[in-house]
């Protein structure tokens, strides 16, 4: 039987190649968290709302009792009035379309989450919908999004102009990530089958070459065993010769700040995961007699001596109930402006706010629609200031 891809896996195989062969080695094992939940109950809600509005398909609310609120409630918005404005009308759209295709060595597979046709049928928009934190790769250099215009291709080989676009809400715009990124590709002058299978064919003949990068490490399942993220860590241990010792200079290089830059990210979902995972461990009392380690029930001691332990305490001081606050602050500060410089304003939710209790979107594209953000623009504009800042990009 032909090995079989995911485009949604892409990114990660088609960079580390190692990554799908330790899925091949193991069992799936991804834990489904609190936003992967919500991610997947988003894209169900938006599809079917997609429907409601005229699209195509078939669709299951996993919860069909669980309401989205807040910002994830937002994010359906966001992304509904986004697929509709950005389809132009009298196009056929259909939601969560399943896809496969066989090549030579592999069969490719994917779940587009929105494809919109031409009337002629000779253009489509893929949309994908993204719900995480971490900003993905743009549209123009993002290998899940080339998987799928390979299979839209080869299903429907009289698509000559293909748009394939990104939403992903959560993105700080302020900060560099847009919201919605797309890119162009004219078919007839770009063989994404070609480049699809040959990247492909390159994981099938070099399987065991691992190679770390924020967008492959970042989603892997992996991140806490693997050699490559390990070897990146045990650098930090390494034992210099007197020559590499000679060679440290004094001052570090844009190259090597950069790599700092990189490597944090890179290792920021290992670390974040291994202090969760060891949290639970150590919570539930461990036995285990690994080398390097000696174990009491609840505490784990490293061979420098560093014990590591939980320690029961609470979280952080929150009031739910700030108009109360606000009333008994009040009491002993009776100068209003004293008492609301205790408060820091959200200009996220006042659009939220003033979004909702105008009936209007959030945000919206179209030039001139009245949206909490363009609200707060035209009321609120005079108040805002903002500070010049350098943001690093990390892409
Ligand atoms: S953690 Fe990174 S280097 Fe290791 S297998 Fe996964 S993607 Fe590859």
């Not at 896809?99 to 009337?119: K, M, N, Q, Y």
């Not at 919908?129 to 799928?148: F, H, I, M, S």
């Not at 924020?214 to 860590?233: E, H, M, R, V």
């Not at 179209?366 to 805002?384: C, E, H, P, T």
Request: with cysteine; aromatic share 6%.
């Amino acid at each position: 039987m032909k090995p079989s891809f995911r485009a949604s896996s892409l990114d990660r195989i088609i960079t580390c190649h190692g990554s799908r062969a330790l899925d091949t080695k193991f069992p799936h094992e991804s834990k489904d968290s609190d936003v992967s939940l919500a991610g997947t109950k988003a894209h169900a809600v938006g599809a079917l709302r997609l429907i409601e509005a005229g699209a195509i398909g078939e669709v299951e609310d996993p919860t069909p009792g669980v309401e989205l609120e807040g910002f994830d409630a937002w994010i359906v918005d966001f992304w509904v009035q986004t697929v509709l404005e950005l389809v132009p009308a009298g196009w056929a759209i259909e939601v969560e379309g399943a896809f496969e295709v066989e090549c030579l060595r592999f069969v490719l597979t994917g779940h587009i989450d929105v494809l919109a046709i031409s009337p002629d049928g000779t253009q489509a928009i893929i949309i994908d919908l993204k719900t995480g934190y971490n900003p993905v790769d743009a549209a123009e250099c993002n290998w899940q999004l080339a998987g799928y215009a390979a299979l839209v291709r080869c299903s429907m080989p009289g698509i000559k102009q293909l748009r394939l676009v990104i939403v992903q809400p959560r993105n700080n715009e302020a900060e560099g990530y847009p919201r919605v990124s797309e890119t162009s590709l004219d078919l007839a002058l770009c063989d994404v089958e070609a480049l699809i299978e040959s990247e492909i064919n390159a994981v099938l003949d070099d399987p065991l070459t691992f190679t770390t990068s924020k967008k492959g490490c970042l989603y892997c399942d992996f991140a806490l065993t693997c050699p490559a993220t390990i070897a990146l860590k045990d650098d930090m241990k390494l034992h210099l010769t007197q020559d590499q010792f000679d060679a440290i200079p004094q001052n570090p290089s844009p190259t090597q700040l950069a790599e700092w830059v990189r490597d944090g990210k890179l290792l920021e979902k290992p670390i974040k995961l291994a202090r969760e995972e060891l949290k639970e461990q150590l919570t539930r009392g461990i036995s285990t007699a690994a080398g390097d380690v000696t174990t009491a029930e609840h505490e784990i001691t490293l061979i420098d001596g560093t014990r590591i332990f939980v320690k029961d305490g609470q979280g952080p001081r929150k009031v739910e109930n700030l108009t109360t606050l606000l009333l008994r602050l009040g009491v002993v500060v009776p100068e209003e402006k004293k008492v609301h410089a205790c408060l820091t304003a959200s200009l996220d939710d006042v659009e939220r706010t003033v979004a909702g209790e105008l009936g209007i979107p959030i945000a919206s594209k179209k030039v001139g629609a009245m949206s909490g953000k363009s609200w707060v623009i035209n009321n609120l504009g005079d108040l805002i200031t903002r500070e010049p800042t350098k943001q690093l990009i990390i892409a």
